[in-house]
């Protein structure tokens, strides 16, 4: 079955530190990885799909990569508006539908 | 120009009563999805629909129905709810399914059964 462990389940910066959330996942026949933001009250917004080991990918502050077990999404000197959850999840190459972690409540203060 | 709206925002409601929650997405998507995001902030599939055809039906209660009048639109209509069923609720689209497609959510509807 497939599986995926997000950590930590919380964490909190200072505006400026700069650090990685994880996304450890197993899943037979990897089609997508997918990251996530989820802001209070809203619906889960896209941020980026990694398809391969050693794919990078890179938004603003946010860089994600991943290998074959497991993705980084790096936060590099985060602002407070940068706080929010971070899903990931993953698509097998047999379903359509996201398998998604628990997520990362991420928390940024001034 | 919302790309995917869902109605109502919120919901509440008694245990064994009947409600439909509604899903429209105006991206020309061909796939639709309905998800469920508990008190742990868990999110699970719950149906997918491709050309208004059932494609994804997870273990869900059969007292969950969805419908598709058309391709833009997927509803949900839940019977005799109960105070498990308390939630958000999901809508998504992308475009095909069939790939690695971008889905895109709505802004969900919280279900609360008093």
């Known amino acids: 079955e497939d599986q995926v462990t997000q950590s930590p389940e919380a964490l909190r910066l200072q505006e400026g530190e700069s650090s990685s959330l994880n996304c450890s996942y197993t899943?037979?026949?990897?089609?997508?990885l997918f990251w996530y933001r989820q802001d209070p009250g809203k619906g889960p917004e896209f941020l980026f799909t990694?398809?391969?080991a050693g794919e990078e990918k890179e938004k603003e502050r946010l860089k994600a990569t991943l290998t074959k077990k497991e993705s980084f999404l790096h936060i590099t000197a985060p602002k407070p508006e940068d706080s929010a959850t971070y899903l990931c999840a993953v698509q097998a190459r047999s379903g359509y539908a996201l398998n998604f972690g628990k997520g990362t409540s991420l928390l940024v203060t001034p | 120009d919302t790309a995917v709206s869902q109605t109502p925002k919120y919901l509440v409601t008694q245990m064994g009563n009947d409600k439909s929650i509604k899903c429209e997405q105006n991206?020309?998507?061909?796939?639709m999805y309905w998800y469920k995001q508990d008190s742990k902030k868990f999110l699970k599939i719950m149906f997918s629909y491709n050309n208004k055809e059932l494609i994804i039906n997870e273990t869900v209660p059969n007292r969950f129905s969805p419908k598709s009048p058309d391709k833009a639109h997927l509803n949900l209509h839940i019977n005799s709810l109960e105070l498990g069923d308390s939630a958000v609720y999901f809508c998504?689209?992308?475009?095909?399914?069939?790939?690695?497609?971008?889905?895109?959510f709505g802004p969900g509807t919280r279900l609360t059964v008093l």
């Open positions: 991206l020309g998507h061909d796939t």
């Open positions: 990694l398809y391969s």
């Open positions: 899943v037979s026949g990897l089609r997508g």
């Open positions: 998504a689209s992308s475009q095909d399914g069939a790939s690695t497609d971008t889905q895109y």
